[in-house]
């Protein structure tokens, strides 16, 4: 029997999803996602400061504000140096070679050029983006600096990419070459480079400040008015207020070139020294030159040195008065002694002759050996004095060092121990040859016989004035004893002799109305360890000699000439200027009347 057919199962209905299972598959994928929110959240909140830095970084332009430089006065307060208001031109690179908004560096350098006088083929490096030497792109950089204020007024109007101006100084010198040797010049960025500018360059200059700032781009190349911005502002620099008289110091150039150009001179210089201070009243230099244009192609290095510290030469016989000033000091002889003389005296085969020549035997006073300049007496009188003593008074008159007066620079000359003088030292040294001296150390040492025996420091600056405007007196020059003041007294009177003795040497230097007690001088300058051409001529004296107010040194170097004839009108014309601008009043008594032998 057939067995009925089995009938089939009807299909399953699907099978629903696990709504657990997706439940948890969900949360897992929350929670991964998450935590990838939160990891990217500290991600950022550690690493966004850096980031935000950086940002801020490129962004950020810093400006130095040039602290203004002192001023430097005569000691009337008349301004010698100052500076006054000007502009600096600035690129920042980043904007200024921006291809992307027009700007070029050539293009921009070749407008700027004309108005700057500056190269194109020098702006251009500071136009294109580089960096700073400790990385990071440079974003400030000047181009010029004491720019007239018109011309930054054109560059602003041309509205060039990257490139602005803001406030900056310049240096000026009313007086172009008044004191120029003296006082010197500064850089473009107002630095002093040489002479009293460079000397108290840290005094003067103050301190900068700086201004840092953030920059836009594009057309917000400037600050953003909301963006970061810090601000150090600059501290002015101290003034000097100089010893030097304007008014005197300009009579004394003048007089000065206008006699060595005559007298075809190499070089020269005229010292005005306060005898009872020491205060530098006036230093002149020939040839000088324009502080306010030192860069003159015309000007050559030379013209720029202060002669009257710089310079070294032979002082010649007005180093005579030393080697008396020590003999009489040490009592080797007196005032009323004579010498005996002869036309000429030689050693080791080198001779000394007088100029004017008294007969063997012959005896002089020492007024007379001073009025006609006698070597030979001169060295006798050393002879009974020694090596020894003749070389401690020359360093006690300040020979052999540098006076300190504040000049960069100052050479210290040269005087010979004993132990160095050779078989002619002795003709030679005590009538001033193979003594090496500047112009300075001679006035100081004749102040000293003017003040009474006491040296004192030879000084320029008389007081600083800090930004308060409240000025602080110099300290105290340095002084020391020399000889004692009846010596002095001795031998201004003997000196006297040379300007008021028939025929003596220093006839030239005299004042009407005024006794004038001085030495000439004829001497040589050594260069590269040879004597060079021509002869150093020199007059150094004061007046009035019975109680002295100035005492005044003029050396120079000239194809010919003596002391007496090149350098005595010139001490005489400045001399008479100082007594007369300083209300001194004519000498109420006459010059002593010398007993001379013939």
């Known amino acids: 029997m057939r067995r009925p057919a089995r009938r089939a199962a009807p299909p399953r209905p699907p099978r629903l999803a696990d709504w657990r299972r997706r439940l948890r598959l969900a949360t897992v994928l929350a929670v991964v996602a998450f935590s990838l929110i939160g990891l990217r959240l500290v991600q950022l909140q550690i690493a966004s400061p850096a980031l935000a830095a950086r940002g801020l970084e490129a962004r950020l332009a810093t400006v130095v504000l040039p602290a203004p430089r002192g001023a430097i006065y005569d000691r009337n307060g008349a301004v010698l140096a100052r500076s006054v208001e000007a502009r600096a031109v600035y690129a920042d ?25 500056i190269a194109a083929s020098d702006l251009v490096p500071l136009l294109r983006r580089h960096n700073r030497p400790g990385g990071g792109a440079s974003r400030f950089e000047y181009l010029a600096r004491g720019v007239d204020i018109s011309v930054a007024e054109t560059i602003d109007a041309l509205n060039l990419p990257g490139v602005r101006t803001l406030r900056d100084e310049r240096r000026d010198v009313p007086g172009n070459d008044l004191a120029a040797n003296l006082i010197g010049f500064t850089g473009a960025d107002l630095s002093g480079l040489e002479g009293l500018e460079a000397r108290y360059d840290k005094l003067l200059r103050g301190e900068d400040g700086k201004r840092t700032f953030e920059v836009g ?47 075809k001179a190499d070089w020269s210089a005229a010292v005005v020294l306060d005898a009872r201070n020491g205060e530098v009243l006036a230093q002149a230099s020939y040839p000088t030159y324009d502080a306010s244009n030192p860069t003159n192609p015309a000007t050559k290095p030379t013209d720029r040195q202060d002669v009257a510290t710089s310079v070294v030469a032979d002082p010649g016989s007005s180093h005579k008065p030393i080697t008396l000033a020590a003999a009489l000091e040490e009592g080797v002889i007196t005032p009323d002694s004579t010498v005996t003389v002869s036309p000429c005296l030689t050693r080791a085969e080198v001779s000394r002759c007088d100029t004017r020549p008294f007969s063997s035997g012959t005896k002089i006073t020492l007024p007379e ?99 308060n405007g409240k000025a ?52 040589q300058q050594v260069v590269n360890g040879r004597y060079a051409p021509g002869e150093v001529a020199s007059f150094v004296g004061m007046a009035p000699a019975d109680n002295p107010r100035f005492v005044i040194a003029v050396f120079a170097h000239t194809p010919y000439g003596g002391g007496g004839t090149v350098c005595g009108p010139v001490f005489r014309s400045i001399m008479q200027f100082a007594l007369a601008h300083y209300r001194v009043p004519p000498t109420g008594t006459k010059p002593p009347d010398f007993k001379i032998s013939s």
Request: overall charge neutral.
């Open 93 to 117: 690179p980043v904007l200024a070679d921006d291809p992307a908004h027009g700007a070029d560096p050539n293009k921009t350098a070749a407008r700027l050029s004309p108005l700057l006088g």
């Open 369 to 467: 050996l001073l009025a006609y300049s006698s070597n030979v007496g001169t060295i006798r009188v050393a002879d009974k004095l020694g090596a020894d003593k003749l070389y401690e008074y020359q360093r006690k008159f300040g020979l052999g060092s540098p006076t300190g007066e504040g000049v960069p620079g100052e050479s210290s000359g040269l005087v010979q121990p004993p132990e160095n003088w050779s078989g002619s030292s002795s003709v030679s040294i005590p009538i001033g040859l193979g003594v090496a001296v500047t112009p300075l150390q001679m006035a100081a040492a004749y102040a000293a016989i003017a003040n009474d025996g006491t040296w004192v420091q030879p000084h320029l600056v008389r007081a600083t004035i800090p930004p």
């Open 472 to 523: 602080t007196p110099a300290e105290p020059a340095a002084t020391r004893r020399v000889i004692s003041p009846a010596t002095a007294a001795a031998l201004r009177e003997m000196l006297e002799a040379v300007v008021t003795v028939d025929g003596a040497t220093g006839q030239d230097a005299a004042i009407r109305g005024y006794r004038v007690a001085g030495k000439t001088g004829t001497g």
């Open 217 to 263: 781009r594009g057309a917000l190349e400037k600050e953003i008015p909301a963006g970061y911005h810090s601000e150090t502002p600059p501290r002015p620099g101290t003034s000097l207020q100089l010893t030097i008289d304007r008014d005197l110091q300009y009579f004394a150039q003048r007089v000065l070139s206008s006699a060595m150009r005559q007298a």
